[in-house]
RNA sequence: GGCUCUAUCGUCUAACGGUCAGGACGGAUCCUUCUCAAGGAUCAAAUCAGAGUUCGAUUCUCUGUAGAGUCACCA
């Protein structure tokens, strides 16, 4: 055995959008030949002239560009008609396949191309699952091209493969039914047989295989969403493979350097969100400050209020897990009382069983202590400071904190959740809060 | 239905035949400025079933069960 340069190969038929599935087989195939020094190959499976578009090919492209992914050679079968015309030619010659003139469902009469099977039995190795034995007689024998021009996919796949030094099929586990015939059709047309690796399928949550009439999440789909491709590729990833540490965060880079394609899984997984939008968030986390406001403030609406305020930046950040979840906040109105002053009602006010009085004796006592501190220094910390000592003064007098911080709070926001009231009166400013919580008062 | 593959906490998973079956997400509880978020701590939570091999099975074998894939003139 001669030390063969790797070449894999990614070949996704061009009819949807990309989803984690496509990005998982592109995933796996590119990883592999970086480890190796090989060559990976996107292949566009093109021959159903009805279901193949330009634009989804484009779009898969795009998908897996977005993800960091971009093959070494790219090829389209459709435009590889004349090579598997001669093999077809070959095959026949050979009798290994022969024309049989037969009437299909629509009444269209043609000769179709069968592979003359030899009704044996297959025995393959899989990396991840050992051998694999199959009788191969009830394949019968199998259609390989509508006419002499039009091959099918099982034979596109194989001469591809063959054609294109193809070393390492690394491909979902559907394909584990069909090795079977691709290597029928290999030993055939005397190709060597590649090295075989199934891993299993990306799951929707009804355990089906992810498909594109299945509800599949789009990559599109998850752009728009804003979540960012490192937290995709590590999700994806995790969902086929674990290293024996349990560490968790890898990036491509950490990719090739570390995974094992020997230690794929076997059995298929169903995707958790909330797993997606926890990896997200951490790579959210690990972004500069700049890009995080920059981000934030483009996802901020302009309309009906222009929220895009650098200032509520960090409060915003702390709740987010995708970029997404900034439009949604803030067309759910949780902002809107940063902008504007907030209806109160005068029961909401008050903290558990305070009486009235000592609410709003507590207002006044932080409106006098918020006048003395200076506009220009009217910032988060000195407020949290000023505002707690009192609240922390309280219990002296047979209150708990409570009775101070939450009529605060509520006359700024309105809100019965919101941030802290000292992140909001510094968002305010002095009048502002001023004038807000001496509206809370004269409630009466 | 035939054939093939698969089976550990709710989810993703780890564990040379010997572990209190480990980690992560999520959940619960508590702490941290009233609420929310973030952060920290703690806890609950699993080997599909039944045989067999073995001193000892999550791990090996068989059977069953369940799920998936595939049986196209789709890829």
Do not use: C
Not at 112 to 140: C, Q, W
Not at 208 to 225: F, V
Not at 344 to 371: G, R
């Amino acid at each position: 055995m001669s030390e063969k340069k790797v070449v894999t190969r990614f070949a996704p038929s061009p009819t949807g959008f990309p989803h984690l599935g496509t990005a998982m087989y592109a995933l796996l195939n590119y990883i592999y030949a970086r480890q190796n020094d090989g060559e990976v190959i996107m292949r566009s499976e093109d021959t159903d002239p009805v279901r193949s578009k330009k634009e989804y090919e484009e779009a898969i492209k795009e998908g897996l560009a977005w993800i960091g992914i971009k093959s070494d050679t790219f090829y389209r079968q459709s435009e590889r008609t004349d090579i598997y015309k001669r093999y077809i030619a070959k095959m026949v010659e050979e009798k290994t396949a022969y024309i049989s003139r037969e009437t299909n469902e629509e009444g269209v009469t043609r000769d179709v191309v069968r592979f003359k099977n030899p009704n044996k039995v297959i025995t393959f190795h899989d990396m991840a699952r050992g051998d694999i034995s199959v009788d191969t007689t009830d394949l019968k024998d199998f259609v390989i091209a509508r006419d002499l021009e039009s091959p099918l996919y099982h034979l596109t796949a194989v001469v591809d493969d063959y054609e294109m030094g193809v070393t390492h099929i690394i491909r979902g586990e559907d394909g584990l039914a069909n090795t079977p015939r691709q290597i029928l059709i290999q030993e055939a047309i005397g190709a060597e047989r590649p090295i075989y690796a199934h891993y299993p399928f990306v799951l929707m949550s009804n355990r089906q295989k992810m498909g594109k009439r299945n509800g599949a999440i789009s990559l599109q789909d998850y752009i728009k969403q804003g979540y960012l491709p490192e937290a995709i590729v590590n999700f994806i990833i995790l969902l086929v493979w674990h290293p024996k540490n349990d560490r968790e965060l890898f990036t491509l880079t950490d990719l090739i350097a570390e995974f094992e394609l020997e230690r794929i899984g076997k059995s298929g997984a169903i995707l958790d969100e909330k797993k997606l939008d926890w990896l997200n968030r951490e790579y959210l986390k690990k972004l500069p400050p700049e890009e995080i406001e920059k981000n934030i403030l483009e996802w901020l609406p302009k309309e009906p209020l222009n929220m895009k305020d650098p200032r509520l930046v960090p409060m915003i950040f702390e709740r987010i897990s995708k970029w997404s979840d900034v439009t949604t906040m803030a067309i759910a109105g949780e902002f809107d009382f940063f902008f504007k002053a907030p209806k109160i009602e005068k029961t909401k006010l008050i903290y558990k069983d305070t009486i009235p009085e000592k609410i709003k004796e507590n207002i006044n006592l932080a409106i006098e202590t918020l006048q003395k501190i200076d506009e220009n220094n009217f910032i988060l910390e000195n407020i949290k400071n000023n505002l707690m000592f009192i609240a922390d003064n309280l219990p002296s007098r047979g209150e708990g904190r409570g009775s101070f911080l939450h009529p605060i709070r509520y006359a700024l926001s309105g809100r019965d959740k919101s941030p802290d009231p000292f992140t909001i009166a510094g968002i305010l400013g002095k009048n502002e809060t001023i004038s807000r919580l001496q509206k809370a008062v004269e409630m009466e």
